[in-house]
């Protein structure tokens, strides 16, 4: 299989990248967003809040849909939120079932096939990145139970017409009409200090620890899911003996980093701080995520 032909199969799907506060897709995601941009991925940015706490949210907003520009996400795909239960803060904790009635919305509407979000530690253990993780889980767990049920008359033009999409490309392996359609959460791992600060050279300490490259996982992702191949072909793609691997997603720019120019845009928080985290952090180079399994 020529897996770069498969790029413009990859254009019909779109990928959501769940985040807390306006930076949080550039200074963590970086890497992941441009692996998604060239698979030519409908990609969206759903924030749940403006980053008010400074009482800076107006220019929050604007800074986001500037650095999402920068890395070629159109305006009209970034979604800020203002719920007054999930405002900025440590000391604010926010309902993980609020956030995964949110996601309910918002994957209906905008036909969401994957999810990318932080893990359970947040990266920087911040309680907000936390809860969102955990109203991203609930969700997913809700979702996949219904899934497993009969289709609710009120999602049934959703699922007829990802059926419809899945017809008109001729692939079998999609959704179809009576079933709610598969989505895929995957959460951004949270490493130790010294891991978080090496930059770069984590890409040689991830692969000692088993990371798979994405862009080899995102192969057999769609190669799975294609009709009339050689079933031996296939195992011999999908097969590992993990079944949640740790996918690697680099990027190898380094001066500046490519996470540089999203986060010039954020006048409001680009302090010095930041400046070192870009420049030393691993998540401007490599993020390392595994999928959310629903239990």
Known sequence: MDYFKKKRDSSQRTVAFII????????FFTPTILHYKRLEYNIKVLCLSTGDQAKLGQFRRVELVKSCNEMGIPARNVHIFDSPVMQDGMD????????????????????????????QWGVSRHPNHC??????????????????????????????????????NNNSGGSTVGQLKEIRGYKLETVGLLRKYIGIWD??????????????????QIYSNESNQDNTSKTSLINNNNNNPTIMYTSTQLFP????????????????FRYLFIFLSRYSFINTLTEIKST
């Open 203 to 220: 890409i040689l300490v991830s692969k000692l620890f088993g990371a798979v490259d994405g862009e080899t996982y995102h192969a057999k």
């Open 20 to 27: 807390a506060h306006p930076d949080d897709e550039c200074m």
């Open 92 to 119: 604010k904790h926010w309902p993980t079932q609020d956030i995964a009635d949110l996601l309910g919305d918002v994957v209906e509407r905008y036909l969401i096939d994957e999810i990318i979000t932080f893990d």
């Open 257 to 272: 980093p490519s996470s540089y120019a999203p986060m010039k845009q954020h006048e409001t928080q680009f302090v010095w």
């Open 131 to 168: 809860d969102t993780y955990k109203g991203v889980e609930l969700f997913l767990k809700t979702y996949q139970a219904a899934r497993k049920k009969t289709l609710p008359t009120s999602h049934r033009k959703q699922v007829e017409q990802q059926h419809k999409t899945n017809n008109n």
